[in-house]
């Protein structure tokens, strides 16, 4: 499956963005769909996960409650919505699809190319 995400840009403290990820794959529905993150000098990490269907998610501690996921299988995208950002939120954001329900980078198959998110404070 071939990703496309976009949707970042410049927004200060406090400020909301929303991200979407088209995919390609017709059964885009069969995949679990992640968002990760990489910020300047550090390694990928997880932000939030949806079910297939779109009825389980799961965040990271540092986004929880700030940070809403959600997919539209009738427009095979995912969304993050991110409200309340932080400068420690500044990161190139990937989504990513995956088989299994799992959180770590190297159980999904496919990667957007990323979309850069910066907070200025």
């Known amino acids: 499956v071939q990703l496309q995400a976009f949707g970042g840009g410049l927004v200060l403290a406090g400020g909301s963005l929303r991200l979407s990820c088209a995919a390609s794959?017709?059964?885009?529905?069969?995949?679990?769909m992640g968002w990760f993150r990489q910020a300047p000098g550090k390694g990928r990490e997880f932000v939030s996960l949806?079910?297939?269907?779109?009825?389980?998610?799961n965040y990271a501690d540092s986004v929880k409650g700030r940070f809403t996921i959600s997919r539209d299988n009738t427009k095979n995208t995912v969304y993050l919505q991110m409200n309340s950002l932080k400068p420690e939120d500044t990161a190139v954001y990937y989504c990513?699809?995956?088989?299994?329900?799992?959180?770590?980078?190297?159980?999904?198959?496919?990667w957007g190319q990323g979309t850069l998110v910066t907070v200025s404070s």
């Open positions: 794959e017709l059964t885009f529905s069969s995949y679990v």
């Open positions: 949806i079910t297939w269907k779109g009825s389980g998610t």
């Open positions: 990513a699809a995956g088989r299994r329900w799992r959180f770590a980078p190297t159980d999904f198959d496919s």
